[in-house]
């Protein structure tokens, strides 16, 4: 088995976000997303994305994702996002699972694991009451209050938004994934 990577807010085709990030078009913010997780990727890799794929419509970005896996021989897994069709707090989100498991092993919204004999929680959102600097919390009902969280959904410029929280957004990590290494050293020195 490969290395596992850690990873959020892709927002694939998204202008705003693109547009926030210093890239003049969707087109170009998307070719150095995808190009730096190929670059990190290899064959046996297992690649966690902590949601917000893309904005809009997910054909584009399944395809896309579903191509680099296929060309990088890597595991996915899904933890959705606001953004994400396939989340659960949309109505009909359970209509888009299918779509989101042609590219993805699964699709969850949060997934408890064992780093160093501690649960530590993976989940789009932060804890409650945490949300983007000068806005007030939304998804609260939605989000896990639990010591050790590793998120995204913040667009933080730094790893550490908390007490045992590390957010492994794009933002955070200079727009490239994240090994699990170095996740944990983070989150284990920010509790």
Known sequence: MGQ???????????????????FEDTDEHDRVILGNLREALRPGDVLWC??????????????????????????????AG????????????????R??????????PYQKMVWAGEDVWLSHFPRPGH??????????EL????????????????PVTGPGMVDVGLDAWELR???RDRVQQTLFGAS
């Open 4 to 22: 596992q990577w850690y990873t959020s807010d892709l927002h694939l085709g998204h202008r705003l976000v693109s547009g926030l990030r210093g």
């Open 50 to 79: 902590l949601g917000d794929l893309a904005v809009g419509s997910p054909a584009r970005a399944i395809d896309l994702l579903g191509a680099l896996f296929e060309e990088t021989g890597v595991t996915a897994h899904l933890i």
């Open 82 to 97: 606001n953004h994400d069709a396939c989340h659960p707090m949309h109505r009909k989100g359970y209509l888009h699972q």
């Open 99 to 108: 779509a989101y498991l042609t590219c993805f092993a699964s699709v969850q």
């Open 131 to 140: 949300d983007h600097e000068g806005m007030a919390s939304r998804h609260d």
């Open 143 to 158: 989000r896990l209050d639990v010591p050790l969280l590793v998120h995204g959904h913040l667009h933080s410029d730094r």
């Open 177 to 179: 994934p994240v090994p």
